[in-house]
């Protein structure tokens, strides 16, 4: 710190990158404030060198090997000024041109640019050609704010491990897109702000993961655990004043770790979610056959019991008609009728049948012999014929 | 003539050097002070006061300039191990920012921001175990971890300001907050075991839903069936009704008759071919057989 007595030499950290300044060139390094100083101080300097050289001319014009066959002193002086001023002449030339290229320069389109005038703030400018005062009067703090920047954080083994509200594990990475949108604050306010966004971005993924818990983090609230990250740092990094504003924070990775078979626990639940759906499904399908079968089945027996119930009714009604109409016929000559429907049933009946006829009467007090079995072949074979 | 060169060339350079010696810059971003023999005379730009950056004016040689940030700085602290009230043990990691709000007390204090950094690390790790070691885990992780932030701020602050560092304590934070590696291993076992649980349920409820489903189906189907049973025989007694009402209705106008002829008919279907009988002339069917004048006559 004992060093820094020399206003340029401890600004190692001078903005703008800019080569021709902090000091270097002795006419950059001149401190004046404006022009109107320095010609003056220039003139007395020229001044000086002139009467220098117009002494040195005085007292030694004799040297005749100065100027051979020398005319007028006044000739001669004129060109002895050309000899020792050129170097200076040139010095002061190259300065100049290096001091008027630090006037004029470009700021693209993704760019802001900060002026600061011996570190004062000035202004800011946008893109395009623009001027200042030369280095070191004013110099200059480029960014580009207008890109986007991306900072992922997390990836290895332990550092994307987080504790969930209900006390779970969850392993994640996320990534953080922001960009400057107050390049001043960005500039003057905040130490590392590119650092500040990180630790402010771990910090605030890490409480809101602490308030939710692992299941929703990881499958249903994955929107709103980024939506709340970031309004949680864009809060944050507005105290600071860290002139950031956060676009997005995307999550690259939710689930739950990959040590010690977690995942593959997690997976089993969703494959047995799966299985439990496939069950019921199975049964539903089984009750999709079953059901509509019974009621085929139904309407079958129904209409069984439908025919059965016409078909003899209709045969009722038949048979009662014929009874009708015979009886009807009966009615007319009942003796005959009977006699006849008796006999011709009897006919039918006793036709093709055996037959044996016995005299009650005469028969008396003989038992006759029957060979029943014999009869009964015989009806048999008749039969089978 | 050269002696001359010399003694103005020299002039010249000491001239220079006294008016490079007696400007210096601030820039925004920074606050400087200006010491006369070691002895702070005054702050330029000091934060607080409307900024007030740029070319600045000082006694050449014997006022020094020594530049302090004027920014909001960062600390951030080594990961403190500590046990909370329940005890179970945390990594909590955060990160400090602090502002330079008295650069002459900073100065004395802790110089630069590497001492700010030593400093401010000693007042966290007991600040940290004093305010987190009185609650429990669960609440460093979730429920109070802003409430807790804003209090360990509030508990260093204090101290700060106690010990006089010049300096404003503007936000701490939490980065991390978690188990020591060590104890990964037992709740991974708890998580596992939670899923294990969670799938045996939801493989029981589909086993259960299935059931119920499938005994549901074929109780509607035993109901669909039977209840078609109790029509059908409803409709077969309404058909059995119909046809005894009609033979009723036929039958009843003779009864005597009909059995003779329903006999008749009977006869005729029930006695088959192939049946022996064993007649005797007396029978209706036999009498002319016996006698011409058939059953009359003998009567």
């Known amino acids: ?385 | 003539m050269n002696q001359r060169l010399v003694a103005l060339a020299v002039l010249g350079g000491l001239i220079i050097i006294a008016i490079l010696g007696s400007l210096f810059t601030v820039e925004e971003h920074e606050q400087a002070i200006v010491f006369q023999f070691g002895e702070a005379q005054r702050v330029e730009n000091p934060w607080g006061e409307e900024a007030n950056a740029g070319l600045k004016l000082k006694a050449p040689f014997i006022e020094q300039v020594v530049y302090l940030s004027r920014r909001n700085l960062e600390v951030d602290l080594r990961p403190v191990e500590l046990l909370a009230s329940d005890q179970e043990r945390l990594v909590v990691d955060a990160f400090v920012r602090y502002r330079i709000t008295d650069p002459i007390r900073f100065y004395e204090t802790l110089r630069n921001e590497r001492g700010a950094q030593d400093q401010l690390q000693t007042i966290f790790d007991s600040t940290l175990r004093d305010v987190l070691g009185r609650v429990s885990q669960t609440d460093i992780i979730s429920g109070r971890r802003a409430e807790l932030m804003a209090e360990i701020q509030n508990v260093a602050d204090s101290v700060a300001e106690a010990e006089d560092l010049g300096i404003d304590i503007i936000d701490v934070r939490i980065k991390r907050a978690d188990l020591p590696q060590e104890n990964y291993a037992r709740v991974f076992e708890r998580m596992i075991s939670q899923r294990t649980l969670e799938a045996n349920l939801l493989r029981a409820e589909g086993t259960e839903r299935a059931r119920e489903i499938s005994a549901t189906a074929e109780r509607e189907a035993t109901v669909i069936r039977a209840d078609a049973q109790r029509q059908a025989e409803i409709i077969r007694g309404e058909g059995d009704g119909e046809r005894t009402r009609i033979f009723a209705e036929a039958f009843e106008k003779d009864p005597e008759f009909y059995a003779f002829y329903r006999s008749m008919e009977a006869y005729r279907k029930g006695l088959r071919n192939g049946t022996t009988y064993v007649l005797s002339p007396d029978s209706d069917f036999l009498s002319y057989l016996d006698d011409q004048q058939g059953p009359r006559g003998r009567r």
């Open chain 1, 1 to 385: 710190m004992a060093d820094n007595n020399s206003p340029w030499g401890p600004k190692g950290s001078k903005p703008g990158g800019n080569g021709s300044d902090g000091g270097k060139s002795p006419w950059g390094g001149k401190p004046s404030g404006n022009k109107g100083d320095r010609s003056p101080e220039l003139d007395n300097v020229i001044e000086g060198f002139k009467n220098i050289k117009r002494r040195s001319g005085g007292s030694g014009g004799k040297g005749p090997n100065r100027r051979p066959g020398g005319g007028g002193g006044g000739g001669g002086l004129g060109d002895l000024r050309l000899g020792p001023l050129g170097p200076l002449g040139i010095a002061v030339g190259v300065g100049l041109v290096l001091m008027a290229s630090t006037m004029v320069y470009t700021v693209d389109q993704t760019e802001r640019a900060l002026v600061l005038r011996f570190g004062d703030y000035v202004r800011t400018e946008g893109p395009g050609l623009k001027f200042k005062l030369p280095s070191p009067i004013e110099t200059l703090y480029k960014q580009e704010t207008e890109i986007i920047r991306r900072d992922t954080i997390g990836g290895n083994d332990f550092s994307s491990l987080m504790l969930t509200g209900d006390e779970n594990i969850v392993d994640i990475d996320f990534t953080v897109l922001w960009r400057i949108n107050d390049l001043a604050n960005y500039y003057f306010e905040v130490e590392d702000p590119a650092g500040a966004v990180r630790a402010v971005a771990e910090s605030a993924m890490r409480e809101v993961v602490g308030k939710n818990e692992l299941q929703q983090i990881i499958t249903t609230d994955r929107l709103a655990v980024t939506t709340a990250v970031r309004d949680l740092m864009q809060e944050t990094l507005d105290e600071y004043k860290a002139g950031v504003r956060v676009v997005e924070v995307q999550l690259q990775k939710a689930d739950a770790p990959d040590q010690g078979g977690v995942v593959d626990a997690f997976r089993d639940v969703e494959d047995a979610d799966q299985e439990r759906q496939t069950r019921i499904n199975t049964a539903v399908a089984s009750q999709n056959t079953i059901v509509p079968e019974a009621r085929g089945e139904a309407a079958q027996i129904l209409q069984d019991a439908q025919a059965y119930r016409d078909r003899v009714i209709a045969e009722a009604e038949g048979e009662a008609e014929r009874f009708n109409k015979i009886y009807e016929e009966y009615r007319k000559a009942p003796e005959v009728t009977r006699q006849r429907l008796y006999l011709e049933t009897i006919e039918e009946v006793y036709g093709p049948a055996e037959k044996v006829i016995l005299d009650s009467e005469g028969g008396s007090g003989v038992v006759p012999y029957l060979p029943l079995d014999q009869l009964g072949n015989r009806a048999r074979q008749q039969g089978a014929q």
